[in-house]
């Protein structure tokens, strides 16, 4: 059995949102849906998708709004998607916001939950210094870091004020342990009524 879930994991890179993501996803039997995980693996296989999006990034530029909401819509779409989703990684700014609220209207959906994991910016930079260190990322150098966190900041926050006006938002401290962290997420899913199912 299946707990149906539409749930939106957001946070600031390093905060953990990955891993907790699919900590969640697998209790729940529902799919994380990582824009980011889609880009790299059509890249990877060198798709025509995956070659548009190499040349936007090269270019130092993020994928367009349409061009991200048309892939999700596509994944949104598929079988393992019908009881429930994590989405990480979209939508990333109000634009993206307004793609999904039709998307989902049109199936009479709406996202249950919106999971932000509180991270203060100087955790969020020494994790992604450490990272890049250990896994030797070339592309997380402290200029790179710290423009991906503007962005987030710029982008990100105003949808958390979207959803937070709909009162869908749970903020989790995302200091601790990952044990801890995925205790607060599931406590607050539960005090929603969204419950793993047994």
Known sequence: MTASARLLIVGPQGSGKGTQGVRIAESFGI???????IFRANIKDGTELGQQVTAILEAGDLVPDELTSEIVRDRLSQDDAAHGFL???YPRNTTQVGHLDEFLGARGEGLDAVILLDVPRGESLSRLK????EQGRADDTDEAIAHRLDIYEHETAPILEVYGARGIVDTIDGVGSLDEITDRIFAALDARGLRVAV
Not at 31 to 37: H, I, L, Q, R, Y
């Open 31 to 37: 799919p994380v849906v990582s824009t980011g995980d």
């Open 87 to 89: 989405l990480d990684g």
């Open 130 to 133: 450490l990272r890049a260190a």
